[in-house]
C-alpha cells in the first residue's frame, strides 16, 4: 500500500532523493500518517532514519531557507521553514526504562524497534520517501487497522508504567477522535492510576501534557476522559472542566480558566511551577474575580478572555481597567492622598458591580457618597 503525501509531497520526494544520495533510508512516521490517513492536513512532520540525519537537515536548510537546531546525543534536528512548517529529523532507536516515569535509556535501533517504543499502535505507522518506493507503507503493528476502528492500543503491558505521560496522552487522542482504548488498554490505565503512577512524573512533565490538552481545539471531552480513568487528581485534586474553555482562543486563558474552576486558584497555579510571566499573568484577572473588583490595569487580550468566560453577567466597563485613580479623585475634590488607596479600590468594587461605567457617573458616584464615607477632611 502506498500513502499519498497531501500539501508536501514535492517537498518529501526531493528530501527522499536527498536521501538516497547520502545512501540512508528515510521515512515520514507517526501522528503526520495517521493524520493523513484521516484525511487531516497537518504542518508538524516527523522523518526517521537509520543512519546519521545530518544530511537532511543540511538539505532542507540549503534548499528551502530553513533553520535548523541540533539537540539530544542521537543527532535529531528540529527544521523550520519560513511558511510554518517544522519537520522534526531523529534517528531510529529503541528505550529502555530502569524504572516507573524514568527517562529512558537510548540507543540506535532498526526501524521495527523505533516504532514499537511508540505510546500507541495508531502512531507506529512509517512511509518512505525514498524514490525507488516513495509513499511506500510499513505498519508492522496494524497501526491503520485499529485508525480504522477508532481504538488506542498499546504496544506492550509495561507501557504506561513506563511512561506514564501516555495516560494523558491516551485522553488527548481519546478527546481529539472519539477513540476509545481497547479492553486490555483500560485495564492497564485504570492499573496504571490505581498504583499512582502519573505521581512519579515531575511537575513540568504533568504541566507540559496539561498544555497539550489545553491546545486542543475542544478540550472538554479530554477532560471527560481524565476524570473518568481517575487521572484528574495527579495534575491538581481540584481540576475540572469550565464551559468557557471552549470559547477560550488562547492557551493562557484555557489555564487560567481551569485555575479558576479549580477554586483554589493560588495552589492550583503554584503547584505547576509556571514561568513567573504566565503566572503573574493569570493572577491579575484571577484577583479581580475573586475579590470582586475590576482590575488595575488595561487587560491584556488573554486577561480580558479570562474575565469575559468567567464572569459573562459583568458588563464590558466592569471587566475593565479601572477608572477610579488618584487623578479621578483629585478632580472630584478629594485632597487627602493617605485615603486614596481604600477609595480606590471601593470603587474598583462599585465599578465590578455595575454602578458606573465611565469617568462622568464615576465622579457623580463619587460625590453622592455620604458624607461619613468620605475621606476625612473633606
Known sequence: MKLPFPRYGELLARAGEAARDAGIKAWVVGGCVRDWRLGKDTKDLDIISESDCAPLADFFVKSHGAAAEKFGRFGT??????????????RTRKEIYTRPAALPDVSPAPIEEDLYRRDFTVNTAAASILPEN?????DPFNAFADIEKGVLRVLHEKSFSDDPTRLYRACRFGGRFGWLPDEKTTAL???AAENNYPALLSRERLRR??????SEKNPKAAFALIARW???????KNLRWH?????????TARLGLTAFAAG????FLASLNLERKT??????????????????HEPTPAQAEILLLAAPERTAAARARRIVTAGVLREAGFTEPKDFSALCERAAAAQWNGQFADRASALLWLKKLPARQMPRGL
Open 279 to 296: 503566572a503573574v499573568e493569570l493572577r491579575i484577572p484571577l484577583s479581580a474575580l475573586q475579590n470582586g473588583l475590576s482590575p488595575e
Open 243 to 251: 464551559d468557557g474553555m471552549a470559547q477560550a482562543q488562547s492557551l
Open 230 to 236: 481517575k487521572l484528574d487528581a495527579f495534575i491538581h
Open 77 to 90: 534536528y528540529r527544521v523550520q521553514f519560513p511558511d510554518g512548517l517544522a519537520i522534526d529529523l531523529a
Open 264 to 267: 483554589q486558584w493560588q495552589d
Open 209 to 214: 501534557e496539561l498544555f497539550c490538552i489545553l
Open 134 to 138: 516513495f509513499g511506500e507503507l510499513y
Open 189 to 191: 490505565i485504570l492499573s
